[in-house]
């Protein structure tokens, strides 16, 4: 099974282990899978909240003295969000109903950063509202919306690094050139915008950590420089997201990928704060997707299993994420045939994977989809009025041993 999706009861440093290993079950065994299927149906994405707390302790290993501030968006689940607070986590949000929903699960604002770059004026005022008060912009126009907001937000200046080599290059559409930042800093400073540090973003799934190491560096020396030019306090430093998880292929460990970005944070100065904004990371490997077979056809001597979960829906990930799911049939092990998954809908695009070698199955079996949590659910439909995936969260608390909580925004 890959690194990411062990269950760590033993290994928790959480105060809860205190409570007992006999509170907690393992959602992905086999016997748990079914018994969530006969108890909620299908399909479902089960969320693992002992995964989630286990991925969170794995990244503050690798990182230590970094603040993770889970970025909502691969999963804004009440019970990740929740358990990422409980662990003394931070959050990272980017729109409006990201704020309303902390808001409403009584999350401490505090604990929150809002960073799109891009935001009308009514996205700030009900952020700020809401008692949210850093704030990330990466050109003139969006530094000239905070003038009216100056004594009650700060702000991170984003900065774009290129990363080609990443699945997600997220420096094209957001951030400001190296070259750019300092002037930028000086309208902010002009206007009586408070800067706090600098961001950036590489990239979702980074291959590697270089890009990592050569924008904290770069990073390093421009807060050099605006401090010089006593631009505003740059006391932040915010390294984004990025950090990789196994597919089909393996990922770095964890500690591997960062040990460089270990390294480059230690030449910082001590008293910028680090703070990162983990997403995948947190929740990828830490939920599965459950589809059972609708009926199935034998064409051109392949059988084709048709799912009730498909690429406009919890597999949506393998199109806007350029991700794979792993996906395995979970019935007893016999002869493996050349096999199709397909999704529910009349699209013919709707097809989850092909050459798939898979026993024969029948109506009602099971497929499960391994590192499902992040990027999947989140940018799901219900196109043809498939219904999305039932979320089921896990581990909540000990004993609990599923939850469906309804997600209205
Ligand atoms: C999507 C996003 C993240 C999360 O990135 P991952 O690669 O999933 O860790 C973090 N910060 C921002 C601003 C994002 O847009």
Not at 31 to 46: D, N, Q, T, W, Y
Not at 244 to 271: H, K, S, V
Not at 306 to 323: E, I, K, N, P, T
């Amino acid at each position: 099974m890959p690194d990411g999706t062990r269950p760590s009861r033993a290994r928790r440093a959480s105060p809860r282990s205190a409570a007992g290993a006999a509170g907690w079950i393992d959602p992905f065994s086999r016997r748990e899978i079914k018994r969530l299927v006969a108890e909620f149906g299908s399909p479902l994405l089960i969320v693992d909240c002992e995964r989630v707390r286990r991925q969170y302790h794995l990244l503050r290993r690798a990182l230590p003295r970094v603040d993770l501030h889970y970025a909502l968006k691969p999963m804004p689940h009440p019970a990740v969000i929740n358990t990422i607070v409980e662990l003394g986590g931070w959050l990272d949000l980017a729109t409006t109903g990201e704020v309303e929903l902390v808001a409403r699960l009584g999350i401490d604002p505090a604990r929150c950063i809002h960073t799109h770059p891009i935001k009308r004026d009514v996205d700030i005022r009900s952020a700020l509202a809401r008692g949210v008060r850093v704030f990330v912009a990466d050109n003139p126009d969006e530094v000239q919306k905070f003038q009216a907001y100056g004594d009650q937000a700060e702000l991170l200046l984003r900065v774009s690094f290129r990363s080609p080599g990443a699945v997600c290059d997220l420096s094209r559409k957001f951030g400001c050139d190296p070259e750019d930042l300092l002037s930028l800093a000086r309208l902010a400073k002009r206007l009586g915008v408070p800067v706090r540090g600098l961001s950036f973003h590489v990239g979702s799934q980074a291959k590697d950590p270089g890009k990592h190491v050569e924008a904290i560096e770069a990073c390093a020396t421009l807060i050099a420089e605006a401090r010089r030019e006593k631009l505003g306090v740059f006391d932040t430093l915010d390294i984004g997201g990025g950090f990789p998880i196994d597919y089909g292929e393996r990922a770095p460990t964890i500690q591997r990928f960062c040990a460089p970005i270990r390294a480059a944070l230690a030449a910082l100065p001590r008293r910028i704060r680090v703070i990162a904004e983990p997403g995948r990371f947190i929740v990828g490997p830490a939920a599965i997707g459950v589809a059972s077979v609708m009926g199935r056809a034998k064409r051109e001597g392949h059988w084709w299993y048709y799912l009730d979960d498909g690429l406009y829906g919890s597999y949506s990930g393998q199109l806007f994420d350029h991700a794979r799911y792993p996906v395995e049939a979970l019935v007893a092990d016999e002869e493996r045939l050349p096999s199709v998954l397909a999704g529910p809908t009349c699209d013919s695009i709707d097809v989850i994977a092909e050459n798939l070698m898979l026993p024969q199955l029948q109506a009602g079996d099971l497929i499960v989809g391994r590192a499902m949590g992040a990027y999947t659910w989140a940018s799901a439909s219900e196109f043809n009025f498939f219904p999305k995936a039932t979320v089921v969260s896990v581990n909540s608390v000990p004993g609990d041993t599923g939850t469906v909580m309804a997600i209205e925004r």
